[in-house]
């Protein structure tokens, strides 16, 4: 250290028999620094007379430069400090009567002028002080205090070594590092980065490489961060490590390069061959060179190994549903993953292959993939789902193979953003319904992608009045308006012609896309009927369930009356029948029976049925005459129909919002009904108010399609609802 850095740290300073200086390293650790032949290594130590509390310290020391008779040795101990809140005035180290007491300079010293004393006092001995103690705390929790205070230790000892000058990102999340330093050895290197937001001593691989305008005695050097491990590129300010000769210090240039994702493999592959290192280190460096970049690099193997993705999906929470195809007639291709950053999920373990003969002609042809010995199979589609979580969305996704010889290969997909419904349709509908591996696909892929899916929550794009809107003048209807409702007059002329809903406030909530088409003439029919209706445009609904959720987020009142717009009431005066029941079960929920045109009954209550595998675990009254249930009292239900029935305005939000993972909308308004139930919430049947209208229309247009749709939902209600229900009726039926 030269004499105007010792002036600059440690003026005023001065060691003195008798008197030690505190040093904080960080909120839980102090350096002390003093005079005296206190014994190397872990020693009990007592502050302030404090007999009780025991504490170790380790302590280093050394000769002094310049002895005196008062003092011929010097000492550094790190002592914890972890439980004390003021200033400490005295220490003693070891047991009474054999100890040396020393009392605490007033001002505690910085890490800087701690260095600055040590190397002036114990001379050429200096550098392997400050590296024991560095030792002992990169041995402990490390911490951006903890990790500053280390950094001004070394840096004013001069063990400042080098600089780090490219610092690479890459899409696995690794961080790759570039410069040049004298004492950076090659292999398994301990280090921590300075400016990480939770700083760790870890190990990292280091490989050098001749670097000719490095200083004398100076190598390059490249190593790589585990993605665990690693920071963002920016927040690097140099590098901690355990060099040849002891703890060094490498900060970053002050000009340092940050090399994105698709840079850093090739900043690699350019100095690669000329890098020095453990087989074990190249090998991931050699590794890290050949990742990602942004292409397709699965058409240019040399082998009979293509690959094509027909469709890709990506719903809430990074949940993905990819199919396509693999062309690997021999068999080179050892693993498949879909990555994105640090996460990423295996796919050739559990995805579902089907044939694909129109793959199989178009490389039959091409001699140079034409299959070897081994070919002959057509199963070369695929279709997977896969969860990422904890990956950036608008990070780069990506299809890895590994072959047999460990080289990869990429291809790049571009999922499209649907909710996991939409994409669930649409590919159930891109297959034949007579394949073979269509129930394969149905329980591997479809049910479990539509189970892992979050609640994805309409948005309420738009609200338009019409005419004076007063929520307190009754319970508001709320008309849920889907795209297979596409004429919602004759139910807006039944509301205006009937006395007790002529005043009512209505809300139509409708598709964003469909508000913007028919909201004038919605308009025109409120002001022509005189009714006082609030349109609602929602963006992210499936069907009328997501519409109806998204009208009670439109209103602010206490209770509400959901109506399907493909219902229809049967007469007059259903309103006033719901809201007066509804005010006798105040916080409960009340459903009218729904009934057919044939006078039929559609749903007159659900109940739970016994834990069979041959029936529906939930079962509904359907099918009696209408005039069957007409006599029938108010009833207690196990879930009301959400389709038609007064509740609570929060009744929905407090069961969780109505599932995304149903592609129909019965078992989507049941689920959510049983968990009202389950909620607290109880649910009547009304029998005196009758409401016509047809089951749901299903989207796909082919029968087989409307089939599979309906089986793939009873599959995903009975996984959530079967535990549950049956323990439930077997705790019943035990108490009784």
Not at 415 to 432: M, W
Request: aromatic share 6%.
């Amino acid at each position: 250290m030269t004499n105007a850095a010792a002036g600059k740290h440690g003026a005023g300073r001065t060691m003195r028999p008798g008197r030690v200086i505190g040093c904080p390293i960080d909120e839980t650790t102090m350096l002390i620094i003093g005079l005296g032949g206190i014994a190397t290594g872990e020693v009990v130590v007592y502050v302030d007379g404090d007999r009780a509390r025991a504490r170790h310290a380790f302590v280093s020391n050394w000769r002094l430069a310049a002895p005196s008779p008062r003092a011929k040795q010097g000492f550094a101990a790190l002592m914890p400090t972890r439980g004390t809140d003021r200033a400490l005035t005295t220490i003693q180290f070891g047991e009474e009567g054999s100890g040396a007491s020393y009392i605490f300079a007033p001002r505690p010293a910085s890490a800087e002028e701690a260095a600055t004393l040590v190397a002036e006092s114990a001379g050429p001995q200096s550098a392997a002080v400050i590296d024991r103690l560095v030792d002992i705390l990169m041995a402990g929790n490390i911490g951006r205090r903890t990790l500053q205070s280390i950094t001004a230790l070394l840096r004013t000892a001069n063990a400042s070594d080098g600089f780090v000058e490219l610092v690479g990102e890459s899409h696995d999340g690794a961080t790759f590092l570039q410069g040049w330093s004298r004492g950076m050895a090659p292999g398994r290197c301990l280090v921590s980065v300075v400016g990480a937001a939770k700083p760790v001593a870890t190990e990292c691989g280091i490989a050098v490489f001749p670097r000719p305008d490095a200083p004398d005695g100076a190598s390059g050097f490249v190593g790589l961060l585990d993605a665990n491990d690693a920071t963002r590129a920016l927040d690097i300010e140099g590098l901690v490590f355990q060099g040849r000769a002891g703890w060094r210090y490498a900060p970053a240039h002050p000009r340092k390069r940050i090399a994105g994702p698709l840079d850093t493999p090739e900043h690699i592959r350019s100095i690669l061959m000329r890098t020095q290192s453990a087989p074990e280190v190249l090998l991931s460096l050699r590794a890290a060179a050949n990742s990602f970049e942004g292409k397709d690099t699965v058409s240019s193997l040399p082998y009979p190994v293509r690959m094509g993705i027909d469709r890709a999906y990506e719903a809430d929470g990074g949940n993905l549903l990819v199919s396509g195809w693999l062309y690997d007639p021999d068999d080179h291709v050892a693993a498949v993953r879909l990555r994105r950053r640090d996460a990423g999920a295996r796919l050739d373990e559990r995805w579902t292959r089907l044939d694909r003969l129109d793959v199989t002609d178009s490389f039959d042809e091409q001699q140079d993939l034409a299959p070897g010995f081994q070919g002959g199979t057509h199963a070369h589609g695929f279709i997977a789902h896969a969860q990422l979580p904890g990956g950036d969305p608008d990070t780069p996704l990506y299809f890895e193979l590994t072959l047999r010889d460990s080289r990869r290969a990429f291809l790049p997909v571009k999922p499209t953003k649907v909710s996991a419904r939409v994409a669930a349709l649409r590919q159930i509908g891109s297959f034949d319904p007579t394949t073979y591996a269509l129930p394969s696909i149905v329980d591997a892929q479809i049910v479990p992608f539509l189970s892992e899916s979050g609640k994805s929550a309409p948005v309420i794009d738009a609200i338009q009045d019409v005419g004076p809107f007063d929520q307190e003048n009754g319970p508001p209807i709320i008309i849920g308006a889907g795209e297979s409702e596409e004429d919602i007059s004759p139910l807006l002329a039944l509301l205006a012609l009937d006395p007790e809903t002529r005043h009512v406030p209505i809300v139509v909530a409708m598709p964003a896309d469909r508000f913007s088409r028919h909201a004038a003439r919605l308009s025109e029919l409120a002001r022509f009927y005189r009714l006082s209706v609030r349109l609602v445009a929602a963006k992210g609904t499936g069907d009328v369930y997501d519409l109806l959720e998204a009208g009670t987020e439109a209103l602010s009142c206490e209770t509400v009356v959901l109506l399907s717009a493909s219902l229809i009431p049967h007469g007059t005066g259903w309103y006033g029948k719901l809201v007066s029941t509804a005010a006798t079960l105040k916080g409960s929920i009340v459903s009218p029976v729904l009934a057919y045109e044939d006078h039929s009954v559609r749903w007159a209550g659900s109940w739970v049925n016994d834990a069979h595998d041959d029936q529906p675990i939930v079962g509904r009254y359907a099918g009696y005459p209408l005039k069957a249930v007409t006599a029938m009292k108010l009833t207690r239900i196990a879930a009301a129909s959400l389709e038609c029935c007064i509740l609570p305005r929060d009744a929905l939000s407090r069961g969780g919002g109505f599932s995304s993972g149903y592609l129909g909308s019965q078992e989507k308004g049941l689920d959510l009904g049983l968990r009202l139930s389950k909620a607290g919430i109880d649910s009547y049947l009304l029998p005196s108010v009758h409401m016509w209208g047809c089951d749901e229309t299903p989207c796909p247009d082919t029968p087989a399609i409307a089939a599979l749709v309906k089986e793939i939902d009873g599959k995903i209600f009975k996984a959530r609802w079967r535990p549950t229900l049956t323990l439930e009726k077997h705790s019943q039926e035990g108490s009784a």
